[in-house]
């Protein structure tokens, strides 16, 4: 039982570039979430799913677009990448009592 | 919005002395939820409260939740070094999805 699985864990990317962020689970959970975390500001949600075909935007979306077409993946892309958008990214899903389980997180550098 | 404070933002702690982090939200919370980080890992769930004035323990820790459900403490006694990390609590808005407070980083000097 692997749990949320997120690749790649670290990334470099030039300004301009794309790239997507993958994260599975294999708990069968319906909801799943995409967060950044930057020194000071805590976990800030970008976007989420509460069920596969299913995406809604979070606190901080701008920048960033998500799909959920099976229900154990839930994909994170940057179409044009910014320094701004330098973070941890962390994806997590949740059981129907509300606890979140959390991937190992994504380290992100824009240059 | 929705919003859950958190304070302090960094404490700092000899081993062996006690730990305390707020969490305080404008608004009634159904339940209430605890994190723990680890340095350079994820956020990993401690424990959930629900009942208004509820109190949980985890060994030397202790969970409280307020009579308001506005407001909830983690308590730890004696530090160890092992306690180092960040704890965040995590709230629920009206869509039930959850944010996340800002969180408290301890630092445990042995």
């Known amino acids: 039982n692997a749990g949320v699985t997120q690749t790649p864990k670290f990334r470099v990317l030039k300004t301009g570039q794309s790239m997507t962020l993958l994260c599975a689970q294999d708990?069968?959970?319906?909801?799943m979430y995409w967060y950044r975390q930057d020194p000071g500001m805590g976990l800030r949600l970008i976007h989420y799913?509460?069920?596969?075909?299913?995406?809604a935007k979070g606190e901080v979306p701008d920048g960033y677009n998500v799909s959920r077409l099976k229900k154990q993946n839930f994909l994170l892309g940057l179409e044009s990448a910014a320094p701004s958008q330098t973070s941890v990214y962390f994806c997590?899903?949740?059981?129907?009592?509300?606890?979140?389980?959390f991937g190992s997180g994504t380290r992100l550098t824009v240059v | 919005g929705q919003q859950v404070m958190q304070i302090p933002q960094y404490q700092h702690v000899q081993e062996g002395e006690d730990f305390t982090t707020y969490c305080n939200s404008s608004?009634?919370?159904?339940?209430i939820q605890w994190y723990k980080q680890r340095p350079g890992g994820h956020p990993v769930f401690l424990i959930q409260?629900?009942?208004?004035?509820e109190v949980k323990k985890q060994k030397r820790l202790t969970f409280q939740f307020g009579e308001a459900k506005k407001n909830s403490s983690l308590h730890i006694t004696a530090t160890q070094t092992t306690d180092v990390g960040t704890y965040f609590c995590?709230?629920?808005?009206?869509?039930?999805?959850?944010?996340f407070g800002t969180g408290t980083s301890l630092t445990v000097i042995p």
């Open positions: 799913s509460v069920g596969e075909g299913t995406t």
């Open positions: 995590a709230g629920p808005n009206t869509g039930n999805q959850f944010y």
């Open positions: 409260l629900v009942k208004s004035g």
């Open positions: 997590a899903s949740r059981r129907g009592d509300g606890r979140y389980t």
């Open positions: 708990m069968n959970h319906e909801y």
């Open positions: 608004t009634t919370l159904s339940n």
